[in-house]
């Protein structure tokens, strides 16, 4: 059975640091691989993606620079680098297995999601 376990969470204060790992129970280099967020009252949105082998990876402008996404495949593991949060951030954060692209169409697994809250 496919799972994906989030951690890393938690509550920072603006302008702080958190890294999310996303933990795979299958054989990883598979899919690709991507993070999104939910925030309260608001739809899901694209974070970043990441294709199975690293080589490629993308990001809405509006979180380029600030955010990283990148994958070990050997540890069947996603992480996911957020620098500078803002309280704008706060937001529950999931990772998703599936294709390349920043549609959540494309993605056919999804982990049970961790909370991330930036504080002002």
């Known amino acids: 059975q496919v799972q994906l376990v989030e951690s890393g969470g938690g509550l920072v204060q603006a302008g702080g640091s958190l890294r999310l790992s996303c933990a795979a129970s299958w054989i990883f280099t598979s899919y690709d691989m991507g993070w999104f967020r939910q925030a309260p009252g608001k739809e899901r949105e694209f974070v970043a993606g990441i294709s199975r082998w690293g080589g490629t990876t993308n990001y809405p402008d509006s979180l380029k620079g600030r955010f990283s996404i990148s994958r070990d495949n050997a540890k069947n593991t996603v992480y996911l680098q957020m620098n500078s949060l803002k309280p704008e951030d706060t937001a529950v954060y999931y990772c998703?297995?599936?294709?390349?692209?920043?549609?959540?169409?494309?993605?056919?697994?999804w982990g049970q999601g961790t909370q991330v809250t930036v504080s002002s």
């Open positions: 998703a297995a599936g294709s390349y692209g920043s549609n959540q169409r494309r993605y056919d697994f």
